[in-house]
């Protein structure tokens, strides 16, 4: 299957302004994209490509004072299979870990495992290890959260997600990786593409979806605690501890969002 994927932010900036974005397709889907998801500007800015501490490809301009339009309009090649389900994928215990995942098993910004570690041994500490362990988490976070767009919050962590109960797709992940690195599996934070493809109506409005991943049996898997469910047509954007290492964009002055669209829709 096809899938066309894109997004165009607007804004106001009252001055000059740097910008940091992380908004292409992820390189470990290079051998997919038919048409690329370029970034362009308008109007146009010298834009420097440079690849951050996780992999992501980014990008940095300077924004000009005044109405800025950051746009891209790509079709990447899809299998169209669901997320990946492997129940008996096992864990590794921590001293046999590879080097580059312990860094998933640390407290970072949104995910405060110091402050979490006691309630997610009594919550799953008599789960069975691996998969299970991991799905019993989404389980969890999946029921405990309501849902809710009014609820977002740009500085809610996980600690708080756990006791206010409500948030978007971020919070959940955050809550499920803050879990995970608990019981000692690594999780990673993911950004991306997640349209409704296979999923009946009615549809919610469009947006950049957050999920994470899971290391287990040597590999990473996907997990999505605000789904719970293996989904079709996911493009990874970008991979880090949690949201602060991917924003999608981050700008380093005063500015104001007019506009933000984003599309993932099915090529038939």
């Known amino acids: ?7 165009e932010l607007i804004y106001d900036f009252p001055q000059p302004t740097p910008m940091v974005m992380v908004l292409g397709a992820h390189f470990t889907r290079a051998s997919d994209i038919i048409i690329p998801d370029y970034l362009t500007t308008s109007p146009s800015v010298p834009i420097t490509p440079y690849r951050d501490g996780f992999g992501n490809w980014c990008s940095r301009i300077v924004a000009p004072a005044g109405r800025f339009r950051i746009s891209a309009d790509g079709l990447i090649r899809d299998t169209g299979l669901p997320d990946v389900v492997v129940p008996w994928a096992s864990q590794s215990a921590v001293e046999d870990l590879p080097s580059e995942t ?6 970072s910004r949104y995910c405060e495992t110091d402050r979490l570690t006691t309630a997610a041994w009594e919550l799953f500490a008599n789960t069975p290890l691996g998969w299970p362990r991991v799905q019993a988490i989404c389980d969890y976070v999946h029921h405990h959260i309501q849902f809710g767009y009014e609820h977002a919050r740009p500085t809610m962590t996980a600690w708080e997600v756990f006791n206010e109960r409500k948030g978007v797709c971020r919070d959940y992940a955050h809550l499920a990786i803050a879990f995970c690195r608990c019981m000692n599996i690594p999780a990673r934070y993911c950004t991306g593409y997640l349209g409704d493809i296979g999923m009946p109506p009615p549809y919610g409005p469009m947006d950049f979806a957050g999920w994470f991943e899971a290391f287990l049996d040597g590999r990473w898997y996907t997990f999505d605690a605000r789904n ?3 989904r ?3 493009v990874l954007i970008a991979q880090g501890r949690d949201a602060s290492d991917v924003p999608i964009t981050h700008t380093f002055g005063p500015n104001s969002l007019v506009s933000f669209k984003v599309w993932t829709d099915e090529i038939v």
């Not at 299957?1 to 997004?7: L, V, W």
């Not at 312990?102 to 407290?107: F, K, M, S």
């Open 1 to 7: 299957m096809k899938i066309r994927i894109g997004y």
């Open 232 to 234: 079709i047509g996911r």
């Open 228 to 230: 719970n469910i293996p």
């Open 102 to 107: 312990l860094v998933y098993l640390l407290g």
